[in-house]
């Protein structure tokens, strides 16, 4: 016989009974302090669950099904153990699937608030990603505006410096052509920087014609 069956066999409890202890506020299970998510029994206490008549929450029960007197029992008979335990004890099986109810209410609402704080924490997180992103954009484009900006400098003061070195040129040559009316061995070089191209006069000195 399965849990569920189980259940609906003895009781259906909706709505306890006034004499029963009311359920706690799942509020007061929001608000509440729980140190340790994984310790169920300060999830209970966070929720003023307080043990029924007798002790026999539906936990104990848990625990006595479990036990090595009647674990490996017949369904049946594992039952009839509990039913006799709690009739001996005055406490009625009502009280043991209420307080079942809480409890379960109780992981029910912390469940909630941990999706709730989940679902903050990822909001939260996401958007400083996007704000991340936006800002890793912004400087990606700004150092690329910059990079650029070097590479044209840069290619505009070799152009200068290329067309300068052509006028350089002329003007070592114009000076080379006069000087070559006076020596054999023209001593004026002409010759381009590295890069640059062009030929060469190789310089040369002598003694100039007199």
Not at 94 to 109: G, N, Q
């Amino acid at each position: 016989m399965g849990t569920k069956k189980w259940y609906n066999t003895f009781i259906t409890v909706d709505r306890p009974e006034p004499s029963a202890p009311a359920p706690a506020d799942p509020a007061r299970a929001v608000t509440s302090h729980v140190s340790d998510p994984n310790a169920f029994d300060q999830i209970y206490a966070a929720a003023e669950i307080t043990s029924p008549p007798g002790g026999y929450t539906i936990l104990k029960v848990a625990d006595m099904l479990q036990s090595d007197h009647i674990r490996t029992a017949p369904p049946e008979m594992r039952k009839n153990s509990i039913l006799l335990a709690l009739d001996a004890a005055a406490v009625p099986l009502k009280s043991v699937i209420e307080d079942a109810i809480r409890r379960d209410r109780a992981l029910d609402t912390y469940e909630r608030v941990q999706q709730k704080a989940f679902e903050d924490l990822v909001a939260k997180k996401t958007a400083e990603t996007k704000d991340i992103e936006a800002e890793i954009e912004r400087l990606t484009k700004e150092r690329q505006a910059r990079i650029q900006a070097n590479a044209e400098a840069v290619a505009k003061e070799r152009a200068r410096v290329d067309d300068w070195r052509l006028q350089k040129q002329k003007e070592e040559q114009r000076i080379a052509d006069a000087v070559s009316y006076f020596v054999t061995e023209n001593p004026i070089t002409t010759t381009l920087s590295p890069g640059t191209g062009g030929s060469s006069t190789d310089p040369g000195t002598r003694d100039t014609k007199r």
